[in-house]
Nanobody, 122 residues
Framework: QVQLQESGPGLVKPSQTLSLTCTVS??????????WSWIRQPPGKGLEWVGA???????DHNASLKSRTSISRDTSKMQFTLQLSSVTPEDTAVYYC??????????????WGQGTQVTVSS
């Protein structure tokens, strides 16, 4: 059974860098045809894709967040990490990590973490 678990601080001060880690079990983050994503949901709003790292280590980012995001991985620990710099209260959200299965030009998210609440506040 594939499981994803987010971890990181629940409270971050404005202008600081948010760092979240997703630990994967039951699957390898280097298996082809899968992308490992970060998605967030601000309070009262819909889901927003933040970015992803592919099985080969290539990253892709939401254009609106690209200048502030960095995604990396540790294959020895089966973890991938999101760093979001210069956070503001607008970055307050539940952050999810998820696996996306790529099929041709499309795909779908098949496994999700439970989500972790991150609040940006002084």
């Amino acid at each position: 059974q594939v499981q994803l678990q987010e971890s990181g601080p629940g409270l971050v001060k404005p202008s600081q860098t948010l760092s979240l880690t997703c630990t994967v079990s039951g699957a390898s983050i280097t298996t082809s045809s899968y992308h490992w994503s970060w998605i967030r949901q601000p309070p009262g709003k819909g889901l927003e894709w933040v970015g992803a790292i592919t099985s080969s280590g290539t990253t892709d980012h939401n254009a609106s967040l690209k200048s502030r995001t960095s995604i990396s991985r540790d294959t020895s620990k089966m973890q991938f990490t999101l760093q979001l710099s210069s956070v503001t209260p607008e970055d307050t959200a539940v952050y999810y990590c998820a696996r996306r299965r790529e099929i041709g030009a499309g795909g779908f998210f098949d496994y999700w973490g439970q989500g972790t609440q991150v609040t940006v506040s002084s």
